[in-house]
């Protein structure tokens, strides 16, 4: 995706976690379009995403609809999740790390360090963090040598805000958000450490607690109260 779509995307990630389209809203992409001041090309990719996220369902043969979902559902996802991912790291500790997924892990937390440095976020910044941390959680999962874990968080990913894409960015608070960025930086840092340490337990726990940044840090790091989208 694009920088722009990208940026579409968590826009209405995060409107619909405020409640602004609201359960049950039908949503289409001409007045989404014309509400974000977008064209009509990153409303239909965001829409497919959100579909699959679990955010929205389709309603005819050209809307959607906004799902109804809960506070629990959303801590569940994300506890399924940071359970299996952590499973997924403990396996790969355990077996060691071939060169090339050291290397690919490697790679993702320099990249993101690099992006990170300037110390501001921008639309690129976003969308380059989104494509570093989709490889690094990928690259865990693939490599640990387990299908049915992969085939578990696959299907995980369809329930709201569970998947590790589902990156909820608020455009108006930048300088709190990159303080998320920042720390979710330094946990793939710590998971990377502990991987290439043979560390199982250290790294299945840093991947179940990476699972909670984006909902449960927010009140530390200047972001509002700690609770999940509603």
């Known amino acids: 995706m694009s920088a722009d779509s990208i940026q579409v995307l968590t826009t209405l990630r995060k409107l619909i976690s405020e409640g602004r389209y609201a359960p049950g809203e039908r949503m289409a992409e001409i007045p989404v379009a014309e509400q974000l001041g977008v064209s009509r090309t990153p409303v239909r990719l965001a829409f497919r995403t959100l579909e699959q996220e679990g955010l929205l369902e389709k309603a005819g043969a050209r809307g959607y609809l906004v799902r109804r979902f809960s506070e629990q559902d959303v801590l569940c996802g994300l506890e399924v999740r940071g359970v299996l991912e952590g499973l ?56 640990c040598g387990s299908r049915a874990i992969a085939d578990a968080i696959a299907r995980n990913n369809h329930l709201p805000f569970a998947s590790s894409d589902s990156i909820i960015i608020d455009t108006t608070r930048l300088a709190q958000e990159y303080e998320k960025l920042r720390v ?47």
């Open 184 to 230: 979710a930086q330094l946990q793939h840092a710590l998971v990377l450490d502990a991987l290439q340490a043979g560390e199982a337990a250290r790294a299945e726990m840093l991947m179940r607690e990476h699972a909670y940044v984006g909902v449960r840090y927010g009140h530390l790091l200047g972001l509002g109260p700690a609770q999940p989208p509603a």
């Open 88 to 143: 997924a790291a403990r396996r790969l500790a355990e077996h060691g790390l071939a060169r090339d997924v050291r290397e690919a892990l490697h790679d993702c937390v320099r990249r993101g360090a690099e992006l990170l440095q300037p110390g501001e976020l921008s639309a690129a910044t976003i969308a380059g963090w989104s494509e570093i941390n989709a490889r690094f959680h990928h690259a865990i999962i693939d490599a």
